[in-house]
């Protein structure tokens, strides 16, 4: 993995994937890591988790981390999930485990994305927009904005990093 401008084999001893499901992420993140512990609100979405060694998936609401010792953890994932949560809890709980210094919180989103084609573009933002406005729960749109309205919640301004990654087939 990446990390402070160097490339290195040495795999990141604790990673704990907030949010996990199915644990989609949470089997890419155990390449990197020694031990990965997915958590997840919904026993049913643990059920039909990934088994791999190095990962153990636990039923675990994000805003109780009380199984986890404080200063413990060196990386929290949580991939499109913030906007599920009880998000100032939840901070406070990732502060309190990650190690100080060296933690490192991992937040992404996905939205929705673009077309080609312009007229179909419109038809499809439309049909997001407006037909299925309606029917989401309104925490979801946090997710389409690409969290931008909850990033003055997040800790650790000074070393805020923001990236855009762009997939195009």
């Known amino acids: 993995y990446y990390f402070d401008g160097k490339v290195t084999d040495e ?93 490192v919180l991992a937040i992404w989103t996905y939205a929705l994305g673009t077309l080609d084609n312009p007229k179909a573009d419109a038809m499809y933002h439309e049909f997001h927009h407006v037909l299925l406005f309606p029917y989401w729960n309104a925490k979801r749109w946090l997710a389409d904005d690409y969290y931008q309205s909850l990033v003055p919640l997040l800790p650790y301004k000074s070393t805020l990093c923001q990236y855009t990654i762009e997939n195009r087939t």
């Open 11 to 103: 795999k990141i001893p604790l990673a704990l994937d907030v949010g996990c499901g199915n644990g989609q992420a949470t089997v890419d993140l155990s390449s990197f890591c020694e031990r990965v512990i997915g958590i997840d609100a919904s026993a049913n979405q643990i059920s039909y988790a990934i088994p791999k060694d190095n990962i153990e998936y636990q039923c675990h609401t994000a805003e109780d981390l009380s199984f986890l010792q404080p200063n413990s953890v060196d990386l929290i994932t949580i991939a499109t999930t913030l906007h599920w949560l009880d998000i100032e809890i939840f901070l406070e709980e990732a502060k309190r485990v990650l190690k100080p210094r060296t933690g």
